[in-house]
Structure formats: structure tokens, C-alpha cells
């Protein structure tokens, strides 16, 4: 069974920097497409950041384009969000996600998701 790990969350003030990385288990990693969501206190979950099963294709939400970059290491198996210049809009769960089409984790409809990671940012 693949289960999705997040991990790298905390408290950090505005303006600085924080990476969440995602361990996936399972020899598969490879076949996923991954994405970043995230889920702010009385908001729906929102998209964050995709990348494709090689690292090919990534998209970002217009909200952290410029700041947040996405990757992975298929030899890990691990997914990485690397946020920059954080602003207190950005404190929310992050969750990590998985699917076997880049569509899918682009919309909030993947197949796997992680348990989620706290990030809180002070101003």
C-alpha cells in the first residue's frame, strides 16, 4: 500500500523559508504524478504546486508562481515544496498528493493524499 509522509513544516516569520518534502513508499514513486495542496482555517483545500512522474512539467497556483518551487527525487521517492518569502497568507496545512495522471493532482481530486503538515507564518 503507498502511503505519502509529509514532513518540514513549523512556525516561521514572514520573509522566510521553509521546504516540506513528501516520502512516498512503495517501488512506484516513479508513476506518480505529485502535487502540493494546502488548507487554510474556514477555506477549502487549494491547489499549490504539480510536477509530472519525471520533473518534466510543474504548475503553480498564481498565488505562490515566483516564490514556491516544486521537485522531486525519484530516487528518494521523495516530493519537495520549497517556499520563499513566506507571508502570513500562506499559513495553512499542506498536504501532499499523488496520482497516476498530472490532472490529477492539479484539481483536488488525486488519489492519495498525506496526513498533512502544519506551516505557520507570523507577520
Known amino acids: 500500500q503507498v502511503q505519502l509522509v509529509e514532513s518540514g513544516g513549523g512556525l516561521v516569520q514572514a520573509g522566510g523559508s521553509l521546504r516540506l518534502s513528501c516520502a512516498v513508499s512503495?517501488?512506484?514513486?516513479?508513476?506518480?504524478?505529485m502535487g502540493w495542496f494546502r488548507q487554510a482555517p474556514g477555506k477549502e483545500r487549494e491547489f499549490v504546486a504539480a510536477i509530472s512522474t519525471r520533473g518534466l512539467s510543474t504548475s503553480y497556483a498564481e498565488s505562490v508562481k515566483g516564490r514556491f518551487i516544486i521537485s522531486r527525487d525519484n530516487a528518494k521517492n521523495t516530493a519537495y515544496l520549497q517556499m520563499n518569502n513566506l507571508a502570513p497568507e500562506d499559513t495553512a496545512v499542506y498536504y501532499c498528493?499523488?496520482?497516476?495522471?498530472?490532472?490529477?493532482?492539479?484539481?483536488?481530486?488525486?488519489?492519495?493524499w498525506g496526513q498533512g503538515t502544519q506551516v505557520t507564518v507570523s507577520s
Open positions: 512503495g517501488r512506484t514513486f516513479y508513476n506518480y504524478a
Open positions: 498528493a499523488a496520482d497516476f495522471h498530472f490532472s490529477g493532482v492539479t484539481t483536488s481530486t488525486p488519489s492519495l
